[in-house]
């Protein structure tokens, strides 16, 4: 029998009321505008609703995307007061003003979702044909401008493109980046608890990276050679393999994409590289500081999303379970964005500890993919009595559920809409 676990009305208005025409605000206050991939994932709950309306939350992103193929993490289609750090910050002059990073590129994911579970077959086909080319465009500014070695693996170079913005993970390579010495204010704390935000010392560091793309006018090539931020995210790699197996499963339903072979070949660079990412002792993958050359040894959420990917082996893929069969049961509410036996873990703080449950759903997909599906239902539970005691907020206290950061948010509400409701037919 099915259970009742949220009130539909309640996710779908969130969209709703989030809605600020052709694009939906990650929450009201917190983030004004067009966040990148809380916007693919969003679209995934407007598909329960109005699939019209999904399709146009894709188009409004790529409407933002830059001449080399980039896709800003934001698009700054408003006013920009209520946020900090806002266009004049960045400095990109693009002609939808936006910021010089871009974020997990999860669209082609979400895209094939829409086109696979569409009941308005025309509407479908048309819109793919239309974004098709700036999803290749976009795959193809990764692979390029981010691994111009071709090493199988692109990098990063700025917290938040990880989306993961005060991971752990990130600690070392971030105390290698100077402060910047200017002052500002923070918006974020007017609307969020500072103890479930990042502290001021990452802010200045996030800060000092923006003045350095700005100053070298985000040149491809400089970066690459000269920003003091230069990390292999686990988590990019594997949204951006998992994206490309889907972008090419979408190329081969459109008759007029032209070659791709590229793109298969980059699979493969993945594919071959992934092992120097293995981390046997944890038993899952590990980020890694090409600047300093070393491992960056927490285990985040992050680690085990080659599950969702698929480029995990079978030995790779036992260990992984065997993680999160214990790691799951370490906390109140699972999965903890990082383990609670680190030394870095903060139970409500944003990336070092809290739930998010958008993340639950990819690793959830990962582990049925993998035959782990009484792991995937464990999520799936922990990921239903989060909203189910506290609603839709940003993240989750991993101890005892309360709802943190932003409330009413598209993402989770999108997530209970797309996956965690029985009665809908996609999730
Ligand atoms: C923020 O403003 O906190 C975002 O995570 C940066 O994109």
């Not at 400095?91 to 939808?96: E, F, N, P, S, V």
């Amino acid at each position: 029998m099915k259970r009742k676990y949220f009130d539909r009305q309640v996710a779908a208005d969130i969209l709703r009321r989030n809605d600020f025409g052709g694009y939906t605000v990650p929450t009201h206050g917190l983030y004004p505008f067009q966040w990148s991939w809380d916007s693919a994932i969003t679209a995934l709950g407007w598909l329960q609703l109005d699939e019209a309306r999904a399709w146009q939350e894709v188009e409004t992103m790529f409407t933002g995307q830059w001449s080399n193929g980039m896709v800003p993490h934001i698009l700054f289609h408003g006013d920009t007061e209520s946020y900090f750090p806002g266009p004049d910050v960045w400095g990109t002059r693009q002609k939808i003003p936006s910021s010089a990073i871009s974020q997990p590129p999860i669209w082609a994911t979400a895209v094939r979702l829409l086109f696979e579970n569409t009941k308005d077959r025309a509407l479908a086909n048309e819109k793919l044909a239309s974004v098709l080319p700036n999803l290749l465009k976009y795959h193809r500014w990764w692979y390029r401008e981010r691994d111009p070695k071709n090493t199988g693996l692109v990098c990063s170079y700025h917290p938040w493109e990880s989306g993961m913005d005060n991971s752990p993970a990130w600690d070392a390579p971030l105390a290698n980046v100077p402060l910047i010495d200017w002052s500002y204010e923070r918006r974020d704390l007017n609307e969020v608890e500072s103890d479930q935000r990042p502290k001021k010392d990452e802010y200045d560091r996030y800060l000092y990276l923006v003045d350095f793309f700005k100053e070298c006018e985000f040149d491809s090539d400089y970066l690459y050679e000269n920003c003091p931020y230069k990390v292999l995210d686990i988590g990019i790699i594997s949204i951006l393999h998992r994206a490309s197996i889907d972008l090419l499963s979408l190329c081969a339903s459109s008759s007029s994409v032209g070659e791709t072979s590229d793109l298969e070949s980059n699979l493969n660079e993945t594919e071959k590289a992934i092992s120097s990412l293995w981390w046997p002792e944890k038993g899952c993958f590990a980020n890694y500081d090409l600047l300093a050359d070393t491992r960056l040894d927490e285990v985040t959420s992050a680690t085990v999303l080659p599950l969702f990917a698929n480029l995990a082996n079978a030995e790779q893929v036992t260990a992984m379970g065997d993680l999160l069969r214990t790691w799951i049961d370490k906390t109140g509410f699972a999965l903890s964005s990082t383990h609670p036996e680190s030394e870095s873990y903060e139970r409500k703080r944003y990336w070092r500890g809290p739930v998010w449950l958008h993340i639950n759903w990819m690793i959830a997909e990962g582990l049925v993919a993998n035959n782990l599906q009484e792991i995937a239902e464990n999520l799936k539970d922990s990921s239903r009595r989060c909203v189910q005691d506290a609603g839709f907020w940003e993240y989750f206290d991993s101890e005892n559920g309360t709802g943190c950061g932003g409330k009413n948010f598209s993402w989770t509400a999108a997530v209970g809409l797309h996956w965690l409701d029985d009665s809908n037919d996609t999730g």
